[in-house]
Every structure is written in structure tokens, then in C-alpha cells.
Nanobody, 116 residues
């Protein structure tokens, strides 16, 4: 089963930065859009940021101006640069890719903890 691979999470102090990375394997085929979601304990997964095939980006209001999503289409990679992190950004972060079908591919999730 095709699965995305995320990296870059961890523990950071408030005000700090982290960069998440996600790669879809070549076996995934052509990827259209990619996105990052996050999930707080006991809540549903929510969209953090997305980037369409043409490069148009979309952000949750809570992260606008602090997070930046970018993509390397040639290598099926997507990144999330997170600056000015707050304790309320603490969550499990998931990468999603959409391939032909449309079929959604997900990563297993990576923990981001913002704490002093």
C-alpha cells in the first residue's frame, strides 16, 4: 500500500521554528495536490495548509503569516515551514497527497510539540 513518509517533527520552544517534510514514493504515480493536516487529541483532523498542482496555496486562519507550504513536484515532496510556533500548535501532523482517481494518500503522522 502506497504511503507517504513524513519527517521533521519534534519538540520546540514557543516562538521557535520547525520544518516538516513529506515525500510520496514514485510508485504513487502522478500527484495532483498535497496538503498538511493536524489533529488535536479527541478532535477531528483539520486542514493546516494545501498546495494545488498549479501552485495555489491555502491556509487555515490560525496559521496564516506563520506557516508556509511549498512543494517540489519533480520529487513528489511537500514541506511545511512553521515559524513563531505556539503551544496551541501542538498536534499530530499528517501529510496528504491526491493522485489520479482521485485517490487520497496519507502519511502515518508526525508529532509536533511546542512547549517550554
Amino acid at each position: 500500500q502506497v504511503q507517504l513518509v513524513e519527517s521533521g517533527g519534534g519538540l520546540v520552544q514557543p516562538g521557535g521554528s520547525l520544518r516538516l517534510s513529506c515525500v510520496a514514493p514514485k510508485t504513487a504515480g502522478a500527484i495532483y495536490g498535497m496538503a498538511w493536516y493536524r489533529q488535536f487529541p479527541g478532535e477531528q483532523r483539520e486542514l493546516v495548509a494545501s498546495i494545488a498542482g498549479g501552485g495555489i496555496t491555502n491556509y487555515a486562519d490560525s496559521v496564516k503569516g506563520r506557516f508556509t507550504i511549498t512543494r517540489n513536484k519533480a520529487f513528489n515532496e511537500v514541506y511545511l515551514q512553521m515559524n513563531s510556533l505556539k503551544p496551541e500548535d501542538t498536534a499530530m501532523y499528517y501529510c496528504k497527497a491526491v493522485r489520479a482517481g482521485p485517490i487520497e494518500l496519507w502519511g502515518q503522522g508526525i508529532q509536533v510539540t511546542v512547549s517550554s
